[in-house]
């Protein structure tokens, strides 16, 4: 059993001990807020006391059954222990990090300065250093291959890690795996369904990383459909709806240099585009 998961255990029995050893569970286990995608809740009896940390368990169950390197898979659990923390802490300690400029409301990079910040101090020498660095990056782009897929961010959000991976220049660990791995604990831990319609997609999108390929962003009625394949699946007539409000072709530019522009998180339950 990972380390992580035997802490949660310990914290279930009533072990409140963990909680001064493992800082990510007490950011995750001490919090007054709520943070629910009510794109996977069924109904509100099913939101639980603490969503977070219910998901976090769940992904590191699956990293649990996952055949990799020991070390591989170290780096993915430091990873999934910290990438939700931001969205969670006690009031005092949040106000403390939005006073550090922590970005608490863009959840993977708050995390990623959370995780930075805790570490630090325990960076003694290059090769500890260097997989900080790495674990860095991966809680930064946290979630966001599935983003990218659904049409939600855009390709140059991968930026900083495709130049992390460039400068190591093949020397790091097996990067391709454990992206895929990483991605495999978060979208499994949504949904098996989720993850087998979705596995092809993210072994592409990982390639393109890890090939360092900088222009791969969707052509805007690629990413436009991308952005409303729940509407798509529930009968929209897509391409007719396309012609009819496009039939500008100056609107259609200053759409498409706007979606060049912008990234958009759940765009398509909050928005009442095409319907």
């Not at 569970?25 to 069924?42: D, G, I, Q, R």
């Not at 979630?143 to 900083?160: A, H, M, N, T």
């Not at 319609?197 to 390929?213: A, D, G, M, R, Y």
């Given at each position: 059993m990972l380390r992580s998961l035997h802490a949660i255990n310990e914290l279930k029995k009533g072990n409140k001990k963990v909680l001064k050893e493992y800082k990510w569970l007490k950011y995750l286990y001490l919090t007054k807020e709520k943070n629910v995608n009510l794109e996977k809740v069924e109904s509100l009896e099913k939101i639980s006391s603490n969503d977070v940390l219910r998901y976090v368990e769940n992904t590191l169950h699956v990293l649990d059954s996952i055949d990799i390197p020991l070390d591989e898979k170290e780096v993915i659990e430091e990873v999934l222990i910290w990438s939700e923390v931001a969205k969670c802490g006690m009031?005092?300690?949040?106000?403390?990090?939005?006073?550090r400029g922590f970005q608490l409301y863009i959840h993977n990079v708050g995390s990623a300065q959370i995780?930075?910040?805790?570490?630090?101090?325990?960076?003694?020498?290059?090769?500890?250093?260097?997989r900080a660095e790495l674990i860095f990056f991966l809680i930064e782009t946290h979630g966001l291959i599935g983003q990218y897929i659904r049409g939600e961010v855009r390709f140059s959000q991968f930026e900083p890690l495709i130049?992390?991976?460039?400068?190591?220049?093949g020397r790091t660990k097996n990067i391709e795996r454990i992206l895929y791995a990483l991605n495999e604990c978060i979208i499994k831990a949504i949904s098996l369904e989720l993850w087998n319609s979705l596995s092809k997609e993210v072994e592409c999108t990982i390639k393109n990383i890890v090939n360092q390929k900088r222009n791969e962003e969707f052509a805007f009625k690629i990413r436009l459909r991308k952005l409303r394949q729940s509407s798509i699946q529930k009968g929209e007539d897509f391409d007719r709806l396309f012609k009819q409000i496009f039939k500008s072709e100056k609107l259609k530019q200053y759409f498409t240099f706007f979606f060049h522009k912008t990234d958009m998180w759940y765009v398509e339950s909050a928005s009442l585009l095409l319907v």
């Amino acid at each position: 059993m990972l380390r992580s998961l035997h802490a949660i255990n310990e914290l279930k029995k009533g072990n409140k001990k963990v909680l001064k050893e493992y800082k990510w569970l007490k950011y995750l286990y001490l919090t007054k807020e709520k943070n629910v995608n009510l794109e996977k809740v069924e109904s509100l009896e099913k939101i639980s006391s603490n969503d977070v940390l219910r998901y976090v368990e769940n992904t590191l169950h699956v990293l649990d059954s996952i055949d990799i390197p020991l070390d591989e898979k170290e780096v993915i659990e430091e990873v999934l222990i910290w990438s939700e923390v931001a969205k969670c802490g006690m009031p005092h300690q949040r106000k403390e990090w939005l006073k550090r400029g922590f970005q608490l409301y863009i959840h993977n990079v708050g995390s990623a300065q959370i995780y930075a910040e805790e570490q630090v101090r325990n960076i003694f020498s290059k090769e500890l250093l260097e997989r900080a660095e790495l674990i860095f990056f991966l809680i930064e782009t946290h979630g966001l291959i599935g983003q990218y897929i659904r049409g939600e961010v855009r390709f140059s959000q991968f930026e900083p890690l495709i130049n992390w991976i460039e400068k190591q220049d093949g020397r790091t660990k097996n990067i391709e795996r454990i992206l895929y791995a990483l991605n495999e604990c978060i979208i499994k831990a949504i949904s098996l369904e989720l993850w087998n319609s979705l596995s092809k997609e993210v072994e592409c999108t990982i390639k393109n990383i890890v090939n360092q390929k900088r222009n791969e962003e969707f052509a805007f009625k690629i990413r436009l459909r991308k952005l409303r394949q729940s509407s798509i699946q529930k009968g929209e007539d897509f391409d007719r709806l396309f012609k009819q409000i496009f039939k500008s072709e100056k609107l259609k530019q200053y759409f498409t240099f706007f979606f060049h522009k912008t990234d958009m998180w759940y765009v398509e339950s909050a928005s009442l585009l095409l319907v």
